[in-house]
């Protein structure tokens, strides 16, 4: 069974940093694009960023040249680093994968569940 396990939230201030991480686990064949996703209280989710298996990248002009994500395909594992962060940043953030199982299984998608971030002095 595939699982994607996100880590590295917390309570920041603004202006502070964090670095989320999404691992893959399970049996599958092949990960291609990964992304970040973030829903903050009321709001519908947004995109926050995501990388090809090529590798390529596309931000939310809301958090271009703040954030950064990056994967290490040998870990099966996404990366986000945000820094100067700011309040509006608050929200779940969840990773997102397009996973194919077997050689012969389609593309699917997946989601972890979700890790907290609040940026608040």
């Known amino acids: 069974q595939v699982q994607l396990v996100e880590s590295g939230g917390g309570l920041v201030q603004p202006g502070g940093s964090l670095r989320l991480s999404c691992a893959a686990s399970g049996s599958f064949f092949r990960i291609y694009a990964m992304g970040w996703y973030r829903q903050a209280p009321g709001k519908q989710r947004e995109l926050v960023g995501r990388?090809?298996?090529?590798?390529?990248?596309d931000y939310a002009d809301s958090v271009k040249g703040r954030f950064t994500i990056s994967r290490d395909n040998a870990k099966n594992t996404l990366y986000l680093q945000m820094n100067s962060l700011k309040p509006e940043d608050t929200a779940v953030y969840y990773c997102?994968?397009?996973?194919?199982?077997?050689?012969?299984?389609?593309?699917?998608?997946?989601w972890g569940q979700g890790t907290q971030v609040i940026v608040s002095s």
């Open positions: 997102n994968a397009l996973i194919q199982e077997t050689i012969t299984s389609p593309v699917r998608d997946y």
């Open positions: 990388i090809s298996n090529q590798p390529g990248t």
